[in-house]
């Protein structure tokens, strides 16, 4: 048994789907990560996944070709940020209720959407449809290195994307005015506002951001892997992108970290129960969601999160 | 002019409370008009559409029960949420609580399967309110210990449930007596040896919930009333043949929530820390015990959803046996306006769509899941409503927008605290 698990451990195979694995997760919670620090919660990124990927299969469907598929998603997901918005910044209600809400939404119109655009007057409810995909693009030169080259030089464009965005998230959170403005409407809205930033307008944008990355993160699923939807295709993605950031208190690098984590598990799962080994896969699934709990025991203090998490901003309130 | 005063008073407090109900109405009735756009859009007739959905729901002895198995679950949901929430206590931890109830009444039922039935209901309820209350200890300590948000501790906890839940419905529950290769491993696993996929044994039937009908037949009622006409026709309709005691322990929850949350000093301490922990101090209340108190009982309160589920309508537990109920116990709390009879009308309403989508579907061709865009709306409608609704009223403190109920002390609120 300890042979196998070494085997599968040692093979360049399981990198790449870690890689892979890693790459909606990473999109999505770099998006959620920045709506985060502006001080709202991010639980309703599942609903934007889904949205995301009916999206990507209506525009690549309809318009026959996936990169068309990738702006329909992106819109998608910024259709659900919107709505977060308006409910959560513009109306100030409860922000898990929202996303509650949202996310049972989602489920029914993703499906719904799906039925209605590719079901002709009539015909029975079409479940399956193949739609154009992505392609993975292999990078000249860097892909032919042994070993590093297939685990990190031949994905998805939206995989680079993904890790590209590590660095420009934390670059935009730390080093330019945007960020700043960012950080400070999170930590303290009453003193961001006096300074003349507008909370609710950084907000929104910010959620419209997390809705787009969400979106594509949706596609990578859709687009991306299957080339078709299925009902409730993120199953619970956008919840494991928000744990993540919960796992790496809310720093970009600590955040890739959490994403590896939960793709290296799920990748790791998948190839104890192919092999059929006798260690139970569920131990694998639920690791990475016990060292979050553990992070959050031990490391996270109550000044790790934004100060102003989770609750809204009304002007009259200075 | 006392009375003029009394009368004004009891005006303002019907005026709050109508608001209370008359926002979730217009929020359902929202939810439907929109809902009717897709209909329209998909090509059907939204009338037709409701109404099948309607019979589907209510048009028939059948689908009255199903609609009653639905909703039974997501009462004790809404009411773990509701008692959560009132107390400051944000449990959104309830869909693993309803997993572990209901895996520990398996448990019971299929280790003690020679024990009388009764004595398994019992001790089965006992163990699923004990086992939900357990999953909530944690996250009720961290947040009384360490300022820990409980919505990430119980969000995490959810996954460790449901992980343990699948591994032990692929563990074959063996007794030692039967098989050498018996480890301690098989006295915790579920699986139906006999069965090739992951599938628990059935619960003896002697311990399935008992039908309406069988409990009116029995000793007790029968001499209690005999030959009284009324309770001849009553014991004699069929309707009751088909539903359980579990809508009607629902009910029981209902206003037992309801007691201790409005007329108990533990429901006072409780709603005293939700609304204005600081004040609750100084009130003398101990917030931290409060604290994991209430989430004691909210967790304890979805364990018994997932008793309510295997003793009344499943008997057995197979993977996603009930999902996202837990998580609809946050919505139906909020249609219900956070008030444990409310929590009654909206499990209803949520119970019914379930029950009526099949029928939907079938009839005029709509796809179930606008069932699913149906209860989001009017969530989003009721929540909506309802922090719109306070903010005119200047009622919002500052921070926390949502503890609206009772930032003003209504009058048979004043319990004092002994």
């Known amino acids: 048994m300890l042979e196998q698990l070494w085997e599968i451990l040692l093979s360049v195979d399981f990198y790449v789907a870690i890689i892979r694995m890693t790459g909606p997760l990473l999109l999505a919670a770099m998006g959620g990560l920045i709506a985060e620090r502006t001080g709202v919660i991010t639980f309703s990124m599942e609903a934007m996944m889904l949205l995301g990927a009916v ?10 070709n996936a990169w068309i598929g990738l702006l329909t998603a992106v819109m998608g997901g910024m259709m659900v940020g919107l709505v977060f918005a308006l409910m959560a910044v513009t109306f100030g209600a409860n922000q898990i209720v929202t996303s509650v809400a949202l996310n049972i939404g989602a489920l029914g119109l993703s499906s719904l959407l799906f039925a209605m655009v590719f079901t002709a007057r009539g015909e029975a409810v079409r479940t399956t449809i193949t739609v154009p995909s992505l392609s993975e693009w292999r990078i000249p030169l860097l892909a032919d290195i042994p070993i590093i080259g297939p685990i990190f030089f031949h994905h998805l464009p939206l995989v680079y994307f993904a890790f590209l965005m590590v660095f420009v998230v934390w670059y935009v959170l730390f080093r330019t005015t945007w960020g700043l403005k960012i950080r400070a409407v999170g930590e303290h809205p009453q003193a961001a506002d006096t300074l003349g930033i507008r909370v609710a307008r950084v907000r929104y944008l910010a959620l419209l951001f997390t809705g787009a990355m969400a979106g594509l993160a949706g596609a990578f699923l859709s687009i991306g892997v299957l080339n078709t939807f299925q009902e409730n295709m993120a199953s619970g993605r956008g919840f494991i992108a928000y744990t993540a950031i919960v796992f790496g208190k809310w720093q970009p690098l600590g955040v890739l970290l ?3 984590l939960f793709g290296a598990a799920d990748a790791l799962q998948l190839r104890i129960q192919a092999r059929g080994l006798p260690i139970p896969y569920q131990l694998m699934v639920a690791f990475p969601y016990l060292v979050t709990l553990l992070v959050l025991v031990f490391f996270v203090g109550k000044a790790t999160w934004p100060a102003s998490y989770g609750s809204p901003f009304a002007r009259e309130n200075k | 002019m006392k009375t003029a005063e009394s009368l004004q008073q009891t005006w303002r407090l019907f005026l709050s409370r109508s608001s209370n109900l008359l926002i979730p109405i217009l929020a359902i009735l929202g939810a439907f008009l929109i809902s009717g756009l897709l209909i329209i859009a998909w090509g059907s007739n939204p009338l037709e559409a409701y109404t099948a959905l309607w019979s589907g729901a209510f048009g028939s002895l059948a689908s009255i029960a199903t609609t009653l198995t639905r909703l039974t679950p997501l009462i004790f949901t809404g009411l773990a949420v509701t008692y959560g929430y009132r107390s400051g206590f944000f449990n959104i931890g309830a869909e693993g609580q309803l997993y572990l109830g209901a895996y520990s009444v398996v448990w019971i039922g299929v280790t003690f399967s020679d024990w009388p039935g009764w004595l398994i209901i019992l001790m089965g309820i006992l163990a699923a309110g004990l086992s939900g209350a357990f999953a909530a ?7 009384a210990g360490r300022g820990i948000n409980e919505v990430l501790t119980t969000l995490l906890i959810n996954y460790l449930i449901i992980q343990f839940f699948e591994w032990g419905l692929r563990v074959d529950h063996v007794s030692k007596e039967l098989d050498q290769k018996w480890t301690i491993i098989n006295w915790i696993g579920l699986k139906d040896a006999a069965q090739p996929y992951p599938k628990s044994a059935l619960i003896p039937e002697s311990s399935w919930l008992p039908s309406l009908s069988s409990v009116l037949n029995s000793e007790f009622f029968t001499t209690l009333f005999g030959d009284a006409g009324w309770f001849q026709n009553l014991v004699s309709s069929p ?13 029981v929850a209902i206003l037992v929530v309801y007691f201790i949350l409005f007329r108990t000093t533990v429901g006072f301490r409780a709603r005293a820390v939700g609304v204005n922990p600081e004040a609750a101090r100084y009130m003398g209340i101990d917030i931290n015990r409060t604290i994991v108190s209430s989430a004691l009982i909210s967790g304890a309160l979805a364990g018994l959803a997932g008793a309510m ?14 999902l996202n109920a837990g998580f609809e116990g946050i919505p139906v709390a909020m249609i219900g306006q956070l008030n444990p009879l409310g929590v009654g009308v909206s499990a209803l309403f949520f119970g019914a769509l379930r029950a009526g989508a099949n029928r939907m579907q079938i009839i005029s061709g709509v796809p179930t899941h606008l069932v ?6 009017a969530i989003l ?21 949502h503890r609206h109920e009772n930032t003003q002390v209504s009058p048979e609120d004043k319990v004092t605290d002994a």
């Open chain 2, 381 to 401: 409608f009721a929540v909506a409503g309802t922090t719109i609704h306070l903010t005119k009223k200047k009622l919002r403190p500052r921070i926390e927008n």
């Open chain 2, 239 to 251: 309707a009751l043949t088909r539903i359980t005691l579990a809508p009607v322990l629902g009910l």
């Open chain 2, 372 to 377: 699913f865009v149906i209860q989001a709306l």
């Open chain 1, 258 to 260: 959490g994403t590896l």
């Open chain 1, 55 to 64: 999206g990507g299969v209506i525009g690549s469907g309809v318009f026959g």
């Open chain 2, 137 to 143: 200890l944690l996250p009720g300590l961290l947040k």
């Open chain 2, 309 to 322: 589920e295997i003793l009344g309508s499943q008997h057995r537990i197979i993977p996603n046996f009930l």
